[in-house]
């Protein structure tokens, strides 16, 4: 048995924070029956915070004591942990706090990041049979992984993103209605067909630096992959989609960029001019759930480290950070020199 002495030195607090109306809004149960018990087995002490608006759980993380604290684990969905991430990164002493290890147990109708965590560990078919058991013994093991989050500026202000960064057919779909996951199930519905009849340019200058993972055989001998950056594209023009994501799933079943790995620091760049067309566009929305989207023509696919829309007077069409809506005359996004470290098995 152990001392009190090397207990204390063992024991972890998390402090959990619960949406309880995320996915079907058994979030609150869920923590309590299923989750609870394998912390506390596992040694974890739990400071509980039940969210009771949109906001709160940003607003408590951004000023919170958090000293005390081994991890924060949200249960709940991507709009839960999209908060917390921006709450603890505009934090004053947000340099010494980022490397807080994150947990995220998957109750949201949302949860592309929990998902690409698991796909990254190989727990994928696991995760899929059980996403509560999983999320939880990987927050109770405690092992973190690092994962990419993106830097996006947007006229000056500073917002992070862990998972995508969207404009045009996509993001509008994103918002207007929560198609996304729908195009995974079903694959067409009756409203993308709409989107689609009455398909919509927008004008902006779009500018990326391609970047690409190099192995080790290419750099004569060097033992880790690194990243070769090749020279900025800039393109004026009348856009479709542009859409952007850091990991492999930006959905629960909808997996985006199949070559996405962990914390590789690099960002997956697709979109379509006007020229493309509508029959591209709908290939695109068609492919999406197989992940043929990235091959279809008319389609550009690129790594990059950073992008930027920019039209003066304002970017028309919807802007989607992470599935919440902005606007702005200027939108850049790069991937943050922190990445954020989540528990994963
Ligand atoms: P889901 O995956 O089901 O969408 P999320 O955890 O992503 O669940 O949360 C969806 C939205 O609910 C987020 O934008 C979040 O800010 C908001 N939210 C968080 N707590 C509450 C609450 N107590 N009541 C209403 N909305 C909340
Ligand atoms: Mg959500």
Avoid at 66 to 92: A, P, Q
Avoid at 263 to 279: F, P, V
Wanted: net charge neutral; charged share 25%.
């Amino acid at each position: 048995t152990l001392s009190l002495a090397s207990y204390l030195l063992f024991v972890r607090r998390y402090l959990v924070i619960v949406n309880p109306v995320s996915g079907q809004g058994k979030g609150l149960p869920t923590f309590r029956e299923k989750v609870h018990p394998i912390l506390m087995e596992a040694g974890v002490k739990v400071e509980l915070l039940v969210t009771e608006r949109p906001g709160h759980a940003r607003s408590m993380v951004s000023s919170s004591n958090l000293s005390e604290i081994d991890g924060i684990i949200t249960v709940g969905g991507d709009g839960l942990l999209y908060e917390v991430v921006n709450g603890l990164r505009c934090r004053d002493d947000s340099d010494r706090i980022s490397n807080i290890p994150l947990g995220i147990i998957a109750t949201g109708s949302g949860n592309g990041l929990a998902r690409s965590v698991a796909e990254y560990s190989k727990e994928d078919a696991d995760y899929l049979k059980n996403p509560v058991l999983s999320t939880t013994l990987a927050a109770a093991r405690g092992k973190v992984v690092p994962v990419n989050l993106m830097e996006v500026e947007l006229d000056g202000r500073k917002i992070y993103s862990f998972l995508s960064v969207g404009w045009g057919l996509l993001a509008d779909i994103d918002v207007e209605s929560e198609v996304l996951r729908a195009i995974g199930e079903s694959r067409f519905t009756i409203w993308s067909f709409l989107r689609l009849a009455k398909l919509r340019h927008y004008k902006a200058q779009l500018s990326y630096i391609p970047c690409e993972r190099v192995s080790r055989d290419e750099l004569n001998g060097t033992s880790r992959t690194s990243l070769r950056e090749r020279d900025p594209v800039f393109i004026d023009g009348e856009f479709i989609s542009v859409y952007s994501t850091c990991q492999s799933y930006i959905g629960s079943d909808l997996i985006f960029a199949p070559k996405a790995q962990p914390g590789d620091g690099l960002i997956h760049l697709t979109y379509m001019t006007k020229d493309a067309g509508r029959a591209s566009a709908t290939q695109f929305l068609l492919g999406i759930d197989k992940g043929a989207h990235l091959s279809v023509s008319g389609v550009s696919y690129v790594t990059v480290k950073e992008f930027t829309i920019r039209c003066a007077g304002g970017i028309n069409g919807t802007i989607t950070i992470d599935g919440e809506r902005v606007t702005g005359e200027e939108i850049k996004i790069k991937i943050s020199p922190r990445p954020l470290h989540v528990f994963a098995l």
